[in-house]
């Protein structure tokens, strides 16, 4: 089975760098907010891996200022040829792209024009509910702006949906408040209550609007607490009756609670998950995540991500090693007699690029 040249769609990531920029590269591969030393971040399997891999891409040794100098010679003669390029090598074709993350500082129409594949966009909705939050001002106000702004940015070309990263703020169990329990919440200053208020607004929006919503589910960055983070904690609201309507995407797989996501795409026939983050940041347990989502999650559920930020090569290093891993996986089911091979080889279709084509509605 030979998946190298699968169309992929990353449909999780976030902007890379438009111009070439002086990056530490161990740094970008580091999820911890609290300045670890360099001599720490080179040390991981991810970076070590990730450093082995673009050196035979890029035709020099596996040297950290040798792979830094032929990528800045690259990126300087031609970006755009460059990305191509990249991208090519492992046929990435298509992003859905969170706005609200930007390490890298960069305009949208310049990041559109420059990209060499299909990109759509997502808004986050902490964007505004964290401004909402920190500046007061008065309830009423402050829903009027958040519908506002949401329906602003949906009516922008190329915005087909929502995220959320509640999960940072207040956790993952979150409770039915309606406008007045929230207007209420708002003025005493309960903070879990009143973003559990503007989640459930917004999943509203999706639904009449017919657009997903994903949602951040597991583990993240350092400031990110895992017990509040479990996915099954959503259980609650994913059994409302309206919601029940509400394509919803668990982001992350629900790492490391993967076969909970797995168990909550089999239950609820309108939640979907990625494998992003996770893949590639977890060497050793990848296949064992993805695995433990395939054990119940229909396969026509699963989506490939990578939660790529800051520099392409990224996006380009997720899609590689989420084919090598997947390929695999699938020839140990197969040898398992659990599935044929042709139809382990649609599964492998399915999860780079079908699934989320269909979903998301790229035009490959």
């Given at each position: 089975?030979?998946?190298?040249?699968?169309?992929?769609?990353?449909?999780?990531?976030?902007?890379?760098?438009?111009?070439?920029?002086?990056r530490?590269?161990?740094?970008?591969?580091?999820?911890?907010?609290?300045?670890?030393?360099?001599?720490?971040?080179n040390?991981?399997?991810l970076?070590?891996?990730?450093?082995?891999?673009?050196?035979v891409?890029?035709g020099?040794?596996?040297?950290?200022?040798?792979?830094?100098?032929?990528?800045?010679?690259?990126?300087?003669?031609?970006?755009?040829?460059?990305?191509?390029?990249?991208?090519?090598?492992?046929?990435?074709?298509?992003?859905?792209?969170?706005?609200?993350?930007?390490?890298?500082?960069?305009?949208?129409?310049?990041?559109?024009?420059?990209?060499?594949?299909e990109?759509?966009?997502?808004?986050?909705?902490?964007?505004?509910?964290?401004?909402?939050?920190?500046?007061?001002p008065?309830?009423?106000?402050?829903l009027?702006?958040?519908?506002?702004?949401?329906?602003?940015?949906?009516?922008?070309?190329?915005f087909?949906?929502?995220?959320?990263?509640?999960?940072y703020?207040t956790g993952?169990?979150?409770?039915?408040?309606?406008e007045?329990?929230?207007?209420?919440?708002?003025?005493?200053?309960?903070?879990?209550?009143?973003?559990?208020?503007?989640?459930?607004?917004?999943?509203?929006?999706?639904?009449?609007?017919?657009?997903?919503?994903?949602?951040?589910?597991?583990?993240?960055?350092?400031?990110?607490?895992?017990?509040?983070?479990?996915?099954?904690?959503?259980?609650?609201?994913?059994?409302?009756?309206?919601?029940?309507?509400?394509?919803?995407?668990?982001?992350?797989g629900?790492?490391?609670?993967t076969?909970?996501?797995?168990?909550?795409?089999?239950?609820?026939?309108?939640?979907?998950?990625?494998?992003?983050?996770?893949?590639?940041?977890?060497?050793?347990?990848?296949?064992?995540?993805?695995?433990?989502?395939m054990?119940?999650?229909?396969?026509n559920?699963?989506?490939?991500?990578?939660?790529?930020?800051?520099?392409?090569?990224?996006?380009?290093?997720?899609?590689?090693?989420?084919?090598?891993?997947?390929?695999d996986?699938?020839?140990?089911?197969?040898?398992?007699?659990?599935?044929?091979?042709?139809?382990?080889?649609?599964?492998?279709?399915?999860?780079?690029?079908?699934?989320?084509?269909?979903?998301?509605?790229?035009?490959?």
């Open positions: 089975m030979e998946l190298a040249n699968l169309p992929v769609i990353d449909t999780h990531t976030h902007f890379f760098d438009i111009e070439y920029k002086e530490d590269l161990s740094e970008v591969f580091s999820l911890s907010l609290e300045n670890p030393p360099q001599d720490q971040r040390h991981t399997l970076f070590r891996w990730f450093i082995n891999e673009l050196a891409f890029l020099c040794n596996p040297e950290e200022q040798k792979i830094k100098n032929a990528r800045a010679e690259r990126i300087k003669q031609d970006y755009k040829t460059y990305l191509t390029d990249l991208f090519s090598d492992v046929n990435l074709k298509g992003l859905v792209l969170d706005i609200g993350y930007m390490p890298a500082d960069v305009n949208l129409e310049a990041f559109h024009e420059l990209a060499p594949l990109v759509k966009y997502l808004y986050r909705i902490e964007t505004i509910v964290d401004k909402i939050w920190l500046d007061k008065i309830f009423n106000k402050a009027e702006h958040f519908d506002s702004i949401l329906q602003e940015f949906l009516a922008k070309k190329y087909i949906g929502l995220k959320s990263i509640i999960g703020r993952l169990a979150v409770e039915k408040v309606n007045q329990e929230a207007s209420t919440a708002y003025q005493k200053r309960y903070e879990k209550a009143v973003r559990d208020f503007f989640l459930l607004r917004a999943l509203e929006l999706c639904r009449k609007k017919g657009i997903p919503m994903q949602i951040h589910t597991a583990f993240g960055e350092s400031n990110n607490n895992l017990l509040i983070n479990n996915p099954l904690l959503l259980k609650p609201i994913l059994q409302d009756e309206e919601i029940k309507e509400q394509p919803i995407v668990l982001v992350h629900g790492y490391p609670y076969f909970e996501t797995g168990y909550l795409c089999a239950m609820y026939p309108n939640v979907y998950c990625d494998v992003s983050e996770f893949v590639p940041f977890v060497p050793l347990g990848m296949s064992k995540g993805i695995a433990d989502i054990d119940m999650c229909p396969l559920k699963i989506m490939y991500g990578s939660d790529a930020f800051m520099i392409p090569e990224f996006n380009w290093f997720g899609a590689k090693v989420f084919k090598r891993k997947l390929k996986l699938l020839m140990d089911i197969t040898d398992q007699g659990i599935l044929d091979h042709e139809y382990a080889f649609d599964v492998a279709e399915m999860m780079t690029y079908k699934n989320a084509a269909n979903f998301y509605g790229f035009s490959l």
